[in-house]
């Protein structure tokens, strides 16, 4: 889908376990080069690709991925794609996110599922089980560190907005030009009403509620969301809604 002509939003069906769900990664496209933020579960790679087609964009012109947080559904095909596309391809994340997709830090919910492991049921252990041998094989070199407010010159400008809490590096993509926000895990939508990350998979409350608060300053008429798709309206003062305030 269009959200201008520079930025496009894919749609790609996820089954897991039988529950069916969409998420959507999103493409800067920029003169004679194509980014792209986040890169679907594990063994997507040939779903994302047909996500290209669908929309008209040469898959061989991907020069860049921008990875929004470690989360296994971000990061799950990025291998696959590096692999395929050229080892040469820039890689972006923020410089707290970098260490655990480089394989330097186990990631924050793996870690989680490791203190809990013994109260686990047996589906939550297969599940841990499945994230452990994914990130023990992960190791992807971030050859683009990014940095609050630092301005990528992608699509006239992409500014970075670091918004921790959901992870401890997690960020979110503003295009000024078109008052749009890449929103990565830190906002969803659910009913066609935008809607917080839930509390019981955030890493760091506190922290994640401090950069809902900054997002809010922003002038943003249209919200992508890689759980819910699109929102359009009263960004701002939605997610003031959301904070209480």
Same mark, same amino acid.
């Given at each position: 889908?269009?959200?201008?002509?520079?930025?496009?939003?894919?749609?790609?069906?996820?089954?897991?376990?039988?529950?069916?769900?969409?998420?959507?990664?999103?493409?800067?496209?920029?003169?004679?080069?194509?980014?792209?933020?986040?890169?679907?579960?594990? /063994?997507?790679?040939?779903?994302?690709?047909?996500?290209?087609?669908?929309? /008209?964009?040469? +898959?061989?012109?991907?020069?860049?991925?921008?990875?929004?947080?470690?989360?296994?559904?971000?990061?799950?095909?990025?291998?696959?794609?590096?692999?395929?596309?050229?080892?040469?391809?820039?890689? +972006?994340?923020?410089?707290?996110?970098?260490?655990?997709?480089?394989?330097?830090?186990?990631?924050?919910?793996?870690?989680?599922?490791?203190?809990?492991?013994?109260?686990?049921?047996?589906?939550?252990?297969?599940?841990?089980?499945?994230?452990?041998? +994914?990130?023990?094989?992960?190791?992807?070199?971030?050859?683009?560190?990014?940095?609050?407010?630092?301005?990528?010159?992608?699509?006239?400008?992409?500014?970075?907005? +670091?918004?921790?809490?959901?992870?401890?590096?997690?960020?979110?993509?503003?295009?000024?030009?078109?008052?749009?926000?890449?929103?990565?895990?830190?906002?969803?939508?659910?009913?066609?009403?935008?809607?917080?990350?839930?509390?019981?998979?955030?890493?760091?409350?506190?922290?994640?509620?401090?950069?809902?608060?900054?997002?809010?300053?922003?002038?943003?008429?249209?919200?992508?969301?890689?759980?819910?798709?699109?929102?359009?309206?009263?960004?701002?003062?939605?997610?003031?809604?959301?904070?209480?305030?």
């Amino acid at each position: 889908m269009n959200i201008t002509d520079r930025i496009k939003m894919l749609e790609i069906p996820v089954n897991i376990n039988g529950n069916q769900s969409v998420i959507y990664p999103v493409v800067l496209v920029d003169d004679s080069s194509l980014i792209l933020v986040d890169t679907g579960y594990p /063994n997507q790679f040939t779903q994302l690709k047909q996500a290209f087609e669908a929309e /008209n964009i040469p +898959f061989s012109l991907l020069k860049g991925i921008i990875i929004t947080h470690q989360d296994i559904d971000h990061v799950g095909s990025l291998m696959s794609i590096k692999k395929d596309v050229s080892n040469s391809i820039d890689i +972006f994340a923020h410089e707290v996110e970098a260490p655990y997709i480089e394989g330097s830090k186990r990631p924050v919910k793996l870690v989680f599922l490791e203190s809990k492991l013994e109260s686990l049921t047996e589906e939550m252990k297969l599940i841990y089980h499945g994230f452990k041998n +994914f990130y023990d094989n992960l190791h992807v070199k971030i050859n683009s560190v990014l940095t609050d407010n630092q301005i990528l010159p992608y699509c006239g400008g992409i500014t970075v907005i +670091f918004t921790p809490g959901h992870t401890p590096g997690h960020i979110c993509l503003y295009h000024k030009k078109s008052k749009t926000l890449i929103a990565g895990d830190c906002l969803g939508i659910e009913n066609g009403e935008l809607v917080t990350s839930p509390a019981s998979i955030n890493y760091n409350q506190d922290l994640y509620i401090e950069s809902l608060e900054k997002l809010s300053v922003y002038e943003i008429d249209t919200v992508i969301c890689y759980h819910g798709g699109l929102y359009e309206g009263n960004v701002s003062q939605r997610i003031k809604e959301l904070i209480g305030k």
